[in-house]
């Protein structure tokens, strides 16, 4: 691959202009017969340790992010904070857009019948896909007039800011009184089950969150694997207790 990547940078391809820090050549140049693509790799970063002293902070949090909750929050004090996945949603008017959405599709019954009886397009086959095209392409005009004439662009920017807003004010609530001297131990969820198939419970914006945390204090993410049946100091498995 080295001798590949010397031999190609001699010729006639001008490799050094699409390199950056951040991209060199993969030694790899593919083409469709009409159009040729070179490949880049994205260089994997050294992490480095993070060295934490907890002396620095006044406060420190533990939050546990979860479903039904969107997180349980507690410190050394003594003080509790969370957010149930309700309260959030009514914030937000998730609930009230979502129903107001429906009304409108049952006011007009050539929509909603398009609606519940349109195939799926999300599929590798294309007998299907053909299936959604042949139903789609009569009804295309009429769908089209219903979402433009709707004004779904203002709800979803409604929801939007409601949705920064309640974020904004669960950031606040970790930081009144120790501001910028508060450290937060976040829970490194998996959260595999995004729709909530699997849980019947959909899950919150719980990477958001922690992206907002992010911007304003010091955010520790915890692994939560075996936290139950591990000591939380020395790690020891605990039998017939729980931790």
Known sequence: RHQFSAKVKGTSFN?????????????????????VSVVLRKPKRKSTPCNINLADYD?????????????????????KVSC???????????????????????????????????????TASLECMKEYVDFMVPR???????????????????????????????????????GRHTIVGFGDWSNRDVAGLIKKCPSGPVKRFERELRESRTVVPIDEYR?????????????????
């Open 15 to 35: 490799i050094d202009k699409f390199e950056t820090t951040s991209r060199k050549f993969a030694s790899e140049i593919l083409t469709d017969g009409k159009s």
């Open 59 to 79: 406060v420190v949090w533990g939050l546990d992010p979860g479903r039904r909750d969107l997180f349980v929050a507690t410190n050394q004090l003594g003080d």
């Open 84 to 122: 149930s996945r309700r309260e959030y949603c009514e914030y937000a008017h998730i609930n009230e857009s979502n129903q107001i959405i429906r009304h409108w599709q049952h006011s007009q019954s050539d929509v909603l019948e398009a609606i519940r009886n349109m195939p799926t397009k999300k």
């Open 140 to 178: 295309l005009g009429f769908l089209l007039t219903f979402f433009v004439a709707k004004p779904f662009r203002k709800l979803k920017l409604r929801r939007f800011i409601s949705m920064q807003k309640k974020l904004r004010k669960m950031c606040l609530q970790l930081i009144e009184g120790a």
């Open 227 to 243: 936290t139950s049946e591990v000591h939380a100091d020395c790690h020891t498995p605990l039998v017939y207790q729980y931790c």
